[in-house]
């Protein structure tokens, strides 16, 4: 294989594609590149974007990436889309959005379909960033479709978590704010521009009242009373802000950008930062470790021992957990 | 503990409910309790519902369930709500199901959070699963919000998966629709009173047959020709109906219920139910294995090792890859 590190290193973008390529299929290649790209890692700015469909998630990213790039930034959209596990859902909205940004050497986008494998998607979006990382992309934009284990993975992958909303969307929708609102580190409503949008900002300044209790000083009889809240944490607290945008037209993305920039700096501040990273890592330990533990019992065993103790269990002699006591003893 | 199992058996509610928090927390006592109710399961048929916010699908699940109780089946409703991942977002759903279906003996009731560990999720589902199963409820409705790996798990986890739509959701539903399709049994429109039902038919009937291209057999000069599809597949094929409800007056329920009962026999002529029998047994080995396998590598470690690495890793003078290498070596 053609040495594809130094040029990634060096910016090059076909390179990068193909290695990325290689770390997508968890090939051997793909896995030594890892190795070596890891020590360039580290810079980026990780951002999930994430929310219901319908509400103009990609287009936000589009403009968002415009955004930055206006500030010379590089960047790079990985598009992660559990849309089709099966087949890859992700071609379409790849050609959209090479229609709006190609042409720029600043940018770079991938899309990426969710893998059926347990901690694949995970791990693929983990790996997959890390190599834009270390090729100089200075943010990195993770979109996601859906309400689900995705998003919270998406969270733990990003330093700052953006959740889109728009006014107007499903009647259940408030059921999926509610949980969605957790690993929300500034909420968007975007298609600002429609009917709706003034009581979607209540609704959302409500949940986010009680999902972040403010500190609250008050006096009573003359004495200085403080919430619990405020001291069960002192550090200095980020509430997560509400946005407008009209991605269409642009319209509140400076805005946008600027409360992502404030997060970024609170992160700094508060040492945070360096908590999301490491937690980030420590997951991506812990998926490799599991795998290669599961990959090396697998080994272990003599042919047709897993068939014959499904057939057991299938006939409901042998419950799975006895079944996997008595294999974990054979391998 | 007083003996949960007996009463459970026996059809108690209150026992099946406290075991099933036992089961839910993964204490020894649900472990135990799984392994002594695993030989009475492998009745019931289980059924995924999943589907987009705003389709309805918690209002289908209660017809569809009184629809089967008046049948004189036994029916249990799994809701798994991923909407909260970090605290109880199950909670509100649940209350307004007891509401509609409270009172009735043979329906039995349980919502549950997604799990934010890997294979949380699956892994709590099945288990639940297998103790409605053994508690002798004939019909096991799974209810799952979102678009994503929850889905694809429910399809895993049950015979037959309902996918519900809704006319006239947010613009990039399609991207969705397409992508579930795949895991798509039956394909329900509810809220089918709705202006936009006919088009939303149209639109998915032209995705099924590109998802499933249907044998063709055609004349060209005289000679009869078959498409490849239907050589290569030769068994009876299972083309998702598609069928129409409102939920909030039972209209299309009874040709609902038909379809469920048609795609059973379909399965069991086929052998395919024997088939996803084995498919959702053989996961749940794996997901046991591998539980296991991390537990014991982990109580296997040094204290403090883990975190040497971690922060070697964060300095980034080793790759998480190599990190995982050493450790396993360590072990």
Redesign the interface.
């Known amino acids: 294989m053609p040495d594809l590190i130094t040029p990634t290193l060096a910016g090059d973008k076909l390179s990068l594609s193909r290695l990325l390529s290689h770390i997508e299929n968890d090939s051997e290649e793909g896995?030594r590149a890892?190795?070596s790209l890891?020590?360039?890692?580290?810079k980026a700015h990780l951002i999930g974007v994430t929310g219901?469909?319908?509400?103009?998630k990609?287009s936000l990213v589009n403009r968002l990436a415009l955004q930055f790039r206006s500030q010379g930034r590089r960047v790079a959209i990985l598009a992660v889309?559990?849309?089709?596990?099966?087949?890859g859902?992700a071609v379409?909205?790849d050609r959209v959005r090479m229609r709006d940004l190609s042409g720029d050497p600043g940018i770079f986008i991938r899309s990426m379909a969710?893998r059926?494998s347990?901690?694949g998607?995970?791990a693929a979006s983990a790996a997959m960033t890390q190599a834009f990382d270390a090729a100089g992309y200075e943010v990195i934009l993770i979109e996601?479709?859906?309400?689900?284990?995705?998003e919270?993975d998406v969270a733990r992958l990003a330093h700052t978590t953006l959740v889109v909303e728009?006014p107007g969307?499903?009647?259940?929708?408030q059921?999926?704010k509610?949980?969605?609102l957790?690993?929300a580190d500034i909420l968007v409503i975007n298609k600002a521009d429609r009917p709706g949008a003034d009581s979607t900002e209540r609704a959302l300044k409500t949940m986010l009242e009680l999902a972040h209790p403010v500190e609250k000083v008050f006096q009573h009889h003359g004495k200085t009373f403080r919430t619990p809240a405020a001291t069960a944490n002192p550090a200095p607290l980020w509430v997560p802000p509400i946005r407008r945008s009209v991605a269409t037209t642009g319209e509140g993305l400076p805005e946008l950008l600027e409360a992502i920039e404030q997060h970024a700096a609170h992160l700094r501040l508060t040492g945070e930062w360096?908590k999301r990273?490491?937690a980030r890592?420590?997951t991506?330990?812990?998926?490799?470790?599991?795998e290669?533990?599961?990959a090396?019992?697998f080994a272990g065993l003599a042919p047709g021992v897993?068939e014959e103790?499904?057939q057991q269990?299938?006939r409901?002699?042998l419950?799975?957990?006895?079944?996997?006591?008595q294999?974990?003893r054979e391998a």
């Open positions: 896995i890892l190795d890891f020590p360039h890692t580290g219901a469909p319908g509400t103009g990609s889309d559990p849309s089709s596990p099966f087949t859902g379409l909205g969710s059926g347990l901690g998607l995970a996601t479709v859906g309400a689900g284990q995705s919270v728009a969307l499903g009647d259940d929708i059921a999926i509610a949980g969605i957790e690993i360096q990273d490491k890592l420590e991506e330990l812990e998926l490799i470790v599991r290669a533990l599961f090396q019992f897993i103790h499904l269990i299938q409901r002699n419950s799975p957990r006895e079944a996997a006591r294999l974990l």
